[in-house]
């Protein structure tokens, strides 16, 4: 049996809203904390696909606080406290409406889109004559727009976003400034664990007027590594690069004929599948963070969180 968190219907004391994402979430408390809960729901291709991953919110949850905390110095981040291993609590931010993409790479969509003959990415000119999976003089930024609800980012320039006023420009610089410190420094923690920081998203917001690293940070979901081992010898040879990240969830998406396009059917996602998938975020957790996945209880999912966010929120 899946035993996978993929709904959830808290009512914490204080709770003034609540918000469903992809894949987490957002219970706002007194207008001022956000308890953010990972499940255990997958996304593909902007599609939230119909199994839940089992450990896979755990995964993402404890990645993501363990990053927050590794790069607290560089910039002020919204996380309070972890009370459980599915959940982040911290303070709410009005969030910018574009996400800070970094690539230090061309792969994933922008190698799509290059290959297509595009050779300019969100304002970026790319050069010619590149190849998969090759590195970039220096990392890029190419941000999207954020999406609401059911809807797709789309790709922005930097000018399309000052002129649409959707971040200042004095705000916009720090932003860059924050996305490529923290790219750097995501860089160097990976090449200790023999891995390549290959490209990476990141979410910002303001509170009294400071901006803070909201959600996620470092990822599977939200990044792509490379095993830096064998990675010039692929390269080289044209072979594709072993790699961490949800990018084989796609691939198997786009294997049985799903794109998320009108019209499309997601395959049937056997427990052989699920279980697959499972696995291979526990490897990319253990490999990410150098440590060994310890699997919470999954008995009884939604009672161990209610208790444990509701004994945390007495304490603030």
Known sequence: MNKALTKTDFHFEGQTNVYHGKVRDVYTVKNDLLVMVATDRISAFDVVLPEGIPYKGQMLNQIAAKFLDATADIVPNWKL?????MVTVGLRCEGFPVEMIVRAYLCGSAW?????????????????????NQRFETPIITPTTKAELGLHDEDISKEEILARGLVSKEDYEMLEKYTLALFQRGTEIAAKRGLILVDTKYEFGKR????YLIDEIHTPDSSRYFY???YKERFDKGEAQKQLSKEFVREWLMENGFQGKEGQKVPEMTDEIVNSISERYIELFENITG????????ENISARIEKNVGDYLKTV
């Open 112 to 132: 799509r889109t290059y290959k297509s003959g595009v050779r300019e990415i969100c304002g970026v000119k790319i050069p010619d004559g590149m190849k998969e």
């Open 81 to 85: 406290a972890s009370p459980d291993p």
């Open 228 to 230: 830096a081992e064998g």
């Open 291 to 298: 440590e060994k996945f310890q699997k919470a209880s999954v």
């Open 208 to 211: 009294d007027g400071k901006i």
